[in-house]
């Protein structure tokens, strides 16, 4: 049964990258002329192989963090809100510690400060689907526009740079407040340590402990599990908080490590390819940090697309939706025949 699975979902990959060559055929390009370069584009300098490394950080701890609230059988669409509020909480830690305080600790604080703002939203999101009975895509999503108009607020309002509000965002912090970086690159040692540590807690804590367990028999069936006594209340609001805790520290990244700054667009869309990423991984966490990487790979290299081939470069954002869709419909292709066996 496991090779049949593993077949459909191999023919499901095989399947969209003959649709993505199709569409690519239809834009007036070549198939090979695109991959090469968009291979070209990620890996052909250390700068662009340093940017994939910069992408794939938050991108993997969001994707750990999501993992978690799959795993409690909820779709946490929420984590866009979450990575702002981590990157809010950031801004508003450094803000306040950077005369007072060394950089190594305020930078130190900042991170903290940005997984509980991240937490604290999650868990706002948890409380709307449980005691609301609001559900957690409608509750994530609206929590989402709330706190982006929060970060539009404070970059036009309370922390708009000296004598100007622009959609550049906060004035930048000094460069004894960013992460070190691999030479002059983008790429900070610590964020991608950070993301390793988060996929090796996640890989730990979901297949390896009580926690873990209780969360997945949560997540396959509420009502049975609420029976045989695992407090199905605290695991939700757990997943919850652990998904926005890690979302947070991806903001946090995105202020000190990338942008250097809040601006109003401070997840920049990481949230939403997280969760394709947790999508095609499933429930299997060693996927997550080949899958990150390889839409990061994506992300970065499609840049090279509008220079080169004069191609969008949002032809990324086809191949990635188009892998996902067929990916699940190889999922539930799977699940009908064994159904169809079964009977």
Same mark, same amino acid.
């Given at each position: 049964?496991?090779?049949?699975?593993?077949?459909?979902?191999?023919?499901?990959?095989?399947?969209?990258?003959?649709?993505?060559?199709?569409?690519?055929?239809?834009?007036?390009?070549?198939?090979?002329?695109? @991959?090469?370069?968009?291979?070209?584009?990620? +890996?052909?300098?250390?700068?662009? +192989?340093?940017?994939?490394?910069?992408?794939?950080?938050?991108?993997?701890?969001?994707?750990?963090? =999501?993992?978690?609230? #799959?795993?409690?059988?909820?779709?946490?669409?929420?984590?866009?809100?979450?990575?702002?509020?981590?990157?809010?909480?950031?801004?508003?830690?450094?803000?306040?510690?950077?005369? %007072? =305080?060394?950089?190594?600790?305020?930078?130190?604080?900042?991170?903290?400060?940005?997984?509980?703002?991240?937490?604290?939203?999650?868990?706002?999101?948890?409380?709307?689907?449980?005691?609301?009975?609001?559900?957690?895509?409608?509750?994530?999503?609206?929590? %989402?526009?709330?706190?982006?108009?929060?970060?539009?607020?404070?970059?036009?309002?309370?922390?708009?740079?000296?004598?100007?509000?622009?959609?550049?965002?906060?004035?930048?912090?000094?460069?004894?407040?960013?992460?070190?970086? #691999?030479?002059?690159?983008?790429?900070?040692?610590?964020?991608?340590?950070?993301?390793?540590?988060?996929?090796?807690?996640?890989?730990?804590?979901?297949?390896?402990?009580?926690?873990?367990?209780?969360?997945?028999?949560?997540?396959? %069936?509420?009502?049975?599990?609420?029976?045989?006594?695992?407090?199905?209340?605290?695991?939700?609001?757990?997943?919850?908080?652990?998904?926005?805790? #890690?979302?947070?520290?991806?903001?946090? =990244?995105?202020?000190?490590?990338?942008?250097?700054?809040?601006?109003? %667009?401070?997840?920049?869309?990481?949230?939403?390819?997280?969760?394709?990423?947790?999508?095609?991984?499933?429930?299997?966490?060693?996927?997550?940090?080949?899958?990150?990487? #390889?839409?990061?790979?994506?992300?970065?290299?499609?840049?090279?697309?509008?220079?080169?081939?004069?191609?969008?470069?949002?032809?990324?954002?086809?191949?990635?939706?188009?892998?996902? =869709?067929?990916?699940?419909?190889?999922?539930? @292709?799977?699940?009908?025949?064994?159904?169809?066996?079964?009977?």
């Amino acid at each position: 049964m496991l090779n049949r699975t593993l077949t459909y979902q191999l023919g499901a990959i095989v399947l969209a990258l003959v649709f993505t060559m199709v569409i690519i055929l239809l834009a007036g390009a070549s198939p090979i002329a695109v @991959f090469t370069e968009i291979i070209s584009g990620a +890996f052909g300098t250390p700068g662009q +192989f340093a940017r994939v490394i910069a992408t794939l950080a938050p991108l993997l701890i969001c994707a750990c963090g =999501l993992l978690f609230t #799959f795993t409690a059988g909820l779709y946490n669409l929420g984590i866009e809100g979450q990575i702002a509020l981590g990157g809010i909480a950031t801004t508003f830690m450094l803000r306040l510690t950077q005369d %007072n =305080l060394p950089p190594a600790v305020a930078l130190f604080l900042a991170i903290l400060a940005g997984g509980i703002g991240g937490m604290l939203w999650g868990l706002f999101a948890g409380v709307l689907n449980i005691y609301g009975r609001i559900n957690e895509i409608f509750a994530g999503l609206g929590l %989402n526009f709330l706190a982006d108009g929060l970060a539009l607020y404070l970059v036009f309002g309370p922390w708009k740079r000296p004598g100007v509000a622009s959609m550049s965002g906060t004035e930048q912090f000094p460069e004894s407040l960013w992460l070190p970086t #691999f030479g002059n690159t983008d790429a900070s040692p610590i964020a991608l340590l950070l993301a390793l540590i988060s996929l090796a807690i996640t890989i730990v804590v979901l297949g390896r402990t009580h926690f873990g367990l209780k969360l997945r028999a949560v997540g396959q %069936n509420l009502r049975a599990s609420y029976v045989l006594g695992i407090p199905s209340i605290r695991q939700l609001l757990s997943s919850f908080a652990i998904c926005g805790a #890690f979302a947070g520290i991806a903001g946090a =990244l995105q202020v000190v490590a990338v942008f250097h700054r809040l601006i109003p %667009n401070i997840s920049s869309g990481l949230g939403f390819l997280a969760l394709l990423v947790t999508l095609l991984a499933g429930m299997n966490a060693w996927l997550l940090l080949p899958i990150a990487f #390889f839409f990061s790979t994506l992300n970065i290299g499609s840049l090279q697309l509008p220079l080169d081939l004069n191609l969008e470069s949002s032809l990324a954002g086809v191949i990635q939706g188009t892998l996902v =869709l067929f990916v699940i419909l190889g999922k539930g @292709f799977s699940e009908w025949k064994r159904g169809t066996v079964g009977r």
